[in-house]
């Protein structure tokens, strides 16, 4: 019986070591993420381990709130290194549960040091920054009051563009084009519109016309093969009884062809979810859309799939 017993606390302790060995795995890929679209949660102090100076030594860049405030800095060889906004805009943004951070590190000058692309919002208006590493210090090279941000030709042949604009009145966006040149930024003219736009229009309206709806359902904005199972998400988000406003957005192309052309999109749509009659209970959904190519001229991408971003 000893024997037994003996054995069944052996069990138990090496069942108690892999549990720990699993969850420090999974904190260390936690950490270790480069960002391509990682929320601030309420209440967290978030860690991303990259390199963000171009030495090839991993950095950490920390967020934290003090007072529901946003602060930033990067842990970069023994030196800290603050992230201070553009007097333009001084802030980095308030804690709110319905408007969390979004933190994008994209290489827009093809240097091969990511940018740090961040959203967030202070009193009811929307919030950007971009800072990029000078050799010396972390400098915000662009910051606007817009709710719209994505890069386009991220990983092709092409120079990197950036895209900020908003989303006027539900039906129509308003963008500009830029390029980081010798780490100054360039707006850019004459160059095609973001292809997929009206689509995503279209998925914003029917979700912001939740919980009803039924009239705003899109129909040519899909792709062929696109089913009703497709769109269970904006399903169980009806079924929630909740009303959703849109805040902002992210997006880029994240797949080419042999070409360097474009075949899918990604965009990830955030919004203001509430109770009827609650006006404290409210909190952020977080969606992505992925457009794909088409063979059509006047509908040359739709949308293929509609999930939930749980990052």
């Known amino acids: 019986m000893k024997l037994r017993v003996l054995f069944l606390k052996k069990i138990h302790i090496l069942y108690l070591i892999l549990t ?51 602060y930033l800095q990067v842990n970069s060889n023994n030196k800290s290194f603050y992230l201070n906004p553009d007097r333009k805009i001084n802030s980095m943004g308030y804690h709110y549960p319905f408007y969390p951070m979004k933190v994008n590190l994209l290489d ?26 000078d050799g010396s210090e972390f400098k915000d090279i662009f910051c606007s009051n817009n709710n719209i941000m994505g890069v386009v030709d991220s990983k092709n042949n092409r120079t990197p563009k950036f895209i900020s604009g908003t989303l006027v009145a539900s039906n129509n966006m308003k963008l500009s084009n830029y390029m980081l040149l ?3 930024i360039e707006k850019v003219q004459n160059i095609d519109d973001i292809k997929g736009k009206a689509e995503v229009i279209a ?40 009303f959703y406003k849109f805040t902002d957005a992210f997006f880029t192309d994240s797949k080419f062809n042999k070409d360097g052309e474009p075949i899918e999109y990604k965009w990830i ?14 909190i952020n959904k977080s969606v992505i859309v992925k457009l794909k190519r088409t063979s059509e001229e006047e509908q040359p991408f739709k949308i293929s799939s509609i999930s939930e971003n749980t990052n």
Do not use: C
């Open 203 to 242: 998925i914003i309206q029917y979700i912001t016309s939740l919980p009803g709806g039924e009239a705003y359902k899109p129909t040519d904005v899909f792709y062929p093969g696109f089913s009703g199972k497709n769109l269970s998400l904006i399903g169980i988000m009806a079924a929630e009884k909740r």
């Open 20 to 70: 720990i060995l699993i969850l420090s795995f999974s904190t260390i890929l936690l950490l270790r993420k480069d960002a391509e679209s990682v929320l601030v949660r309420v209440g967290e102090k978030t860690l991303i381990k990259t390199d963000l100076t171009g030495d090839g030594k991993e950095d950490i860049l920390y967020i934290n709130t003090e007072n529901d405030k946003y």
């Open 108 to 133: 827009i000058n093809r240097d091969k040091v990511p940018e740090i692309f961040l959203q967030s919002s202070e009193k009811g208006s929307s919030i950007q920054h971009i800072f990029t590493w």
């Open 269 to 282: 749509l955030n919004f203001k979810s509430t109770l009827p009659g609650s006006g404290t209970d409210s």
């Open 182 to 184: 010798n780490r100054n």
